[in-house]
């Protein structure tokens, strides 16, 4: 006969188990044979008693359910039929909603209609066996992501401001480590008392966010005011703003071109010289300047990376053609040149492949490559403002780097050490050093050994910084003469 351990089992069928024999009053393994014994007699119970609780807020459950989970607690006030509605706009916002009712709450919306519209059992109660056999309202406090308050009375948030917890709704708020939204909804003079308005000061210096109230009409006949509380669509746009907030986007309108990747340059039409080059560097760069929200155009040599998505990726082989495509992209704000552009082409290429003959090697004539860096920074008419190279060395890479900056005329060069020890051509991992001029002195900014998506974000942030400074030094007023 096999034998079964408890312990082995599924964390949600454990959880089930111990609650479940903790309110039949019996052992696990009791519960565990009762079970198998209404299987036999097929008189299976459903198999959720009650929630199946777990510690990990709801967004982080599942990848089934919905992205975030707010526990909604409802006070007892007139407002609180909107926070029916509410339900409705935070679910259809993909937001899980778990309902708490204060006693008086009930008076206004009932549990049913609650329940109905969450899809969830509703809580109410503090000395409630079922949920608070393992701590109901520290779950409940904590198995979410936000918690809103709505409508927030007056006498909620006086509980919350002197942290009281003689009711499941008092004693989740000063339980939860999550963020609080408050909807406050009261009469005008209970708004307006001095009670209320130290109450909510100290809420707002405790860290709670408010939304509202809204001024107009009063339930009371003929009463108007400060008091009203927000529209349930107000209240679910704060709690996703607080849930998923915006995310930066520094280079916002701002069109950035960027070269990666070696170029292959043809000896005849089989053959090219070419140089290690994976384009990872530039294309991380890519990405990071999309992700900041610039329009970004990539012209990349042969690589074998896919296109990062949102970027135009204009494909070329050889330096002329990267230069044709570059000059193509202008006008642009921003300007990064990470590509490792073969300095030399073959000048007598071959119509035909190459043949060996007795003669001996093919003479291979090199003649230097148009130089992409140096034409784009010295452009009268659409010089970027921002101009950024990127240079490779092998040897005495600052000193290298701080004259190319000179030669090319270019305003910021990324330095790397590419010798084949430091693994970083094709590689994963780059040290740069980020040389620029300030006040006519060339400044060197070494950064530690980081990814090449690090390294892309962090000259992202940079630039994004730059492009910042630059537009507030533009709007200064001219210094009186
Ligand atoms: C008809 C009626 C309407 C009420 N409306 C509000 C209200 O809008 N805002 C408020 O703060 N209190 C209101 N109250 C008072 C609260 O219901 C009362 O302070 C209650 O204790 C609040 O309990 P709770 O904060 O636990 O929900 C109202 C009371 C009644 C009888």
């Not at 909604?72 to 993909?94: F, N, P, T, V």
């Not at 082409?345 to 060996?356: C, I, P, T």
Request: glycine letters at 6%; charged letters at 25%.
């Amino acid at each position: 006969m096999a034998s079964l351990t408890i312990r082995k089992l599924d964390e949600g069928v454990k959880t089930y188990l111990r609650l479940r024999s903790a309110k039949n009053r019996r052992s696990v393994e009791e519960e565990v044979r009762v079970i198998l014994g209404e299987l036999i007699e097929g008189r299976e119970e459903p198999l959720t008693p009650f929630a199946v609780p777990s510690s990990a807020p709801i967004a982080q459950r599942s990848g089934a359910l919905p992205e975030a989970g707010v526990t909604l607690i409802i006070g007892g006030g007139i407002a609180a039929y909107k926070s029916l509605d509410l339900i409705r706009r935070l679910k259809e916002r993909r937001i899980e909603v778990r309902c708490v009712l204060t006693k008086a709450a009930q008076q206004f919306v009932t549990p049913l209609a609650v329940s109905a519209l969450s899809h969830e059992r509703v809580y109410s109660d503090l000395f409630d066996p079922q949920s608070e056999f393992d701590a109901g309202h520290i779950r409940l406090a904590r198995e979410c992501d936000l918690i809103v308050v709505a409508p927030a009375t007056a006498d909620l948030m006086a509980k919350m401001a002197n942290g009281h917890a003689d009711d499941l709704a008092s004693a989740i708020l000063l339980a939860t480590n999550r963020k609080v939204l408050l909807a406050p909804a009261m009469n005008p003079l209970m708004w307006n008392n001095a009670a209320t308005r130290r109450n909510v000061a100290q809420l707002q210096r405790d860290g709670m966010v408010l939304i509202g109230p809204n001024s107009g009409e009063m339930a009371e006949a003929g009463e108007a005011g400060v008091g009203r509380m927000s529209e349930a669509i107000e209240i679910a746009t704060a709690a996703e703003r607080l849930l998923r907030p915006p995310v930066p986007r520094p280079l916002a309108g701002k069109r950035v071109l960027i070269t990666a990747g070696p170029t292959h340059e043809p000896i005849d039409p089989v053959r090219y010289i070419a140089n290690r080059s994976s384009g990872k560097q530039g294309f991380a760069i890519a990405a990071a300047a999309q992700a900041a929200g610039a329009e970004v155009i990539l012209v990349s040599g042969p690589v074998d990376l896919s296109d990062p998505p949102g970027v135009t990726v204009k494909h070329v082989e050889s330096a002329r053609q990267m230069l044709e495509q570059v000059q193509a992209a202008l006008p642009a704000d921003i300007a990064i040149f990470a590509a490792a552009v073969a300095d030399w082409r073959v000048a007598n290429e071959g119509v035909q492949k190459l043949k060996k003959t007795s003669a001996g090697m093919p003479p291979l004539q090199l003649v230097e490559n148009p130089d992409i860096l140096a034409t784009i920074s010295k452009l009268t008419d659409q010089r970027p403002p921002l101009v950024i190279g990127f240079a490779a060395e092998t040897e005495h890479l600052i000193d290298n780097a701080k004259s190319k900056l000179a030669r090319k005329g270019c305003d910021w060069i990324v330095a790397n050490d590419v010798s084949p020890a430091t693994g970083v051509m094709g590689g994963d991992r780059n040290t740069v050093h980020l040389i620029s001029r300030k006040d006519n002195e060339i400044e060197v900014d070494s950064w530690p050994a980081m990814t090449k998506e690090q390294v892309a974000i962090e000259l992202v942030a940079h630039v994004a910084r730059s492009v910042t400074d630059k537009s507030l030094n533009d709007k200064a007023p001219e210094p009186a003469s």
